[in-house]
């Protein structure tokens, strides 16, 4: 194309083969994979939450994690004119899925909170993949608010246990941090998607536009992935907020809401996690001059069916949480000993981190080892081996010509003059 400037660039799109915009849209998929942290390149979110909450909030769940999103809707007529989309779509629909897995057992507060930014990310590169560019924009701009507003939470109950971010050691919270349990509370309401709140009609929008766009395989994986957003995010705020304490007295002690610096804007953020979704019609104006939305029309009453399934899952979720969680009917170990191999298997997080582990840091490090040892031992002692070598070979040459006896010294001596004077006479 020659040229940085989008508009040239999108102009010019009919002139490029599909070939060459998909290589095109492959490349730049790659970067957008790995910066909105999608498989296989998502296992460095989860670990970034090591960080300040605060930061966590921003960067990590509402800013830079989603320009991946921004770039591939952006780069929208590039991806139409290729064959990648589906590639897309694959991605998002395998870490939305598997991404929710892992949520529902984790037991670090900021860690469950990060594998639901890496689902909700991979219903966004969903959208994407169906073409549905628009819906994924809104998605991340309704996700923004209430995912920041559960990180911040996150933080104020963090503040108030002492620094203590394992959720088995907290429970009824709710009594000593009301502003930041309700708070909590809508935040998760949104993100799992019950009306009439945020995320019900960005989250609805995308599963929707799936089967829509007659994507069945990805609307049943999304539909899914719904049903686990309620189940783990309600088995979070049933260990945290609710149910019997699980804290020592010393903590029981200190524990007091968070001051007015953290609890005010938790309330900024819990209002446009209620009512944010009411603009969507406006938001679809808004893009529309600048980004596409391919998604073909359904009739009502189907769209009515979809949307009153995923709703009763996500409420089924909250309601198998509360079975397990508040009100203990059954054992989440007993759960997790059914399960058995599957569940180590979540637990482990696929073994992603073990088998990155080992192709990667431990393989980088045998073959970077192996070159060096090789420097090392050939090139280095090499040298230093050769020097002794051709020193020690000289001086055997040398050797040969000290016989001690004077005739021979004399028949070198009048050799080399010889060969001196023929030297000079030739030039």
């Known amino acids: 194309f020659e040229t940085l400037d989008f508009q040239e660039i999108f102009s010019n799109v009919n002139t490029v083969s599909a070939g060459v915009l998909s290589l095109i849209g492959l490349l730049l998929l790659g970067g957008a994979v790995g910066k909105s942290a999608q498989f296989p390149l998502h296992t460095w979110l989860p670990d970034a939450m090591e960080g300040p909450t605060p930061i966590s909030a921003l960067i990590h769940a509402a800013t830079m994690v989603a320009a991946g999103v921004f770039m591939v809707a952006r780069c929208a007529p590039i991806y139409d004119g290729g064959y990648i989309l589906p590639v897309v779509g694959v991605i998002g629909v395998i870490t939305a899925f598997g991404a929710a897995t892992v949520g529902l057992t984790q037991f670090d507060i900021k860690r469950i909170l990060a594998y639901s930014t890496l689902s909700q990310l991979g219903y966004m590169f969903a959208a994407l993949g169906v073409g549905a560019y628009i819906y994924a924009m809104f998605h991340l701009f309704t996700h923004a608010f209430f995912k920041a507003l559960l990180f911040l939470g996150s933080g104020s109950v963090i503040h108030a246990m002492g620094g203590e971010q394992d959720v088995r ?53 999304l539909t899914a992935g ?39 804007p938790l309330i900024g953020l819990a209002i446009p996690s209620v009512f944010a979704g009411f603009l969507e019609g406006w938001f679809e104006h808004f893009l529309s001059t600048s980004i596409p939305n391919h998604v073909e029309e359904i009739s009502h009453g189907v769209e009515l069916a979809l949307v009153a399934l995923t709703v009763l899952l996500s409420v089924g979720g909250l309601f198998i949480a509360a079975y397990v969680y508040l009100w203990k009917k059954i054992s989440p170990e007993k759960i997790a000993s059914i399960f058995g191999p599957i569940y180590t298997l979540v637990y482990k997080k696929y073994y992603f981190d073990e088998i990155y582990n080992f192709l990667f840091v431990r393989g980088t490090g045998f073959g970077l080892g192996s070159f060096l040892n090789f420097i090392d031992r050939y090139v280095i002692d090499g040298i230093v081996n050769g020097v002794a070598s051709l020193t020690r070979w000289s001086g055997e040459i040398l050797r040969i010509t000290q016989t001690g006896v004077v005739n021979i010294y004399v028949a070198f001596l009048v050799a080399g003059t010889l060969i001196v004077m023929i030297i000079i006479w030739l030039t």
């Open 226 to 264: 719904a049903f686990l957003t309620a189940l783990y995010m309600g088995r979070l705020i049933f260990l945290v907020f609710f149910g019997e304490e699980r804290f020592d007295e010393k903590t029981r002690k200190h524990l007091h809401e968070s001051p007015w610096t953290i609890t005010v």
């Open 169 to 221: 050691k907290m429970g009824g919270l709710y009594k000593y941090m009301k502003v930041t349990a309700i708070t909590f509370v809508i935040a998760t309401l949104a993100l799992v998607g019950i009306p009439p709140l945020a995320g019900f009609f960005s989250k609805d929008k995308i599963v929707g536009a799936t089967f829509a766009n007659e994507h069945h395989v990805f609307w049943f994986f």
